[in-house]
């Protein structure tokens, strides 16, 4: 069993930046990777970013790529996720989770822990 929860959630302002941590226990990660994600109201659950633990190697969607970094902190069992000019449009929940599937996963399906959520809200 993994354990994750996220902080650092808040309403800001349009091209504000936030990040959004994430406290993982339970398990050593080192054969996890960690997403994030996140789901605005009346929409799907959308990938933002993943890293392998054992070597932070990252990868994300190409829509995404510029405004949103992922890392994570091996002492701490920490994963954060640093959001930079940040849109309205980016409002949602947002989700960490760990997956042990090989290769960077990039659905929903393919993690199977996650986090309570953090709101982030940005207005106009």
């Known amino acids: 069993q993994v354990q994750l929860v996220e902080s650092g959630g808040g309403l800001v302002q349009a091209g504000d930046s936030l990040r959004l941590s994430c406290a993982a226990s339970?398990?050593?990660?080192?054969?996890?990777?960690m997403g994030w994600f996140r789901q605005a109201p009346g929409k799907e659950r959308e990938f933002i970013a993943t890293?392998?633990?054992?070597?932070?190697?990252?990868l994300y969607p190409d829509s995404g790529k510029g405004r949103f970094t992922i890392s994570r902190d091996n002492a701490r069992n920490m994963v954060f996720l640093q959001m930079n000019s940040l849109k309205p449009e980016d409002t949602a929940v947002y989700y960490c989770?760990?997956?042990?599937?090989?290769?960077?996963?990039?659905?929903?399906?393919?993690?199977?822990?996650w986090g309570q959520g953090t709101q982030v809200t940005v207005s106009s």
């Open positions: 339970g398990r050593t990660l080192s054969s996890y990777y």
């Open positions: 989770a760990a997956s042990q599937v090989w290769g960077h996963p990039t659905s929903s399906s393919q993690y199977n822990y």
């Open positions: 890293i392998r633990w054992i070597d932070g190697s990252t």
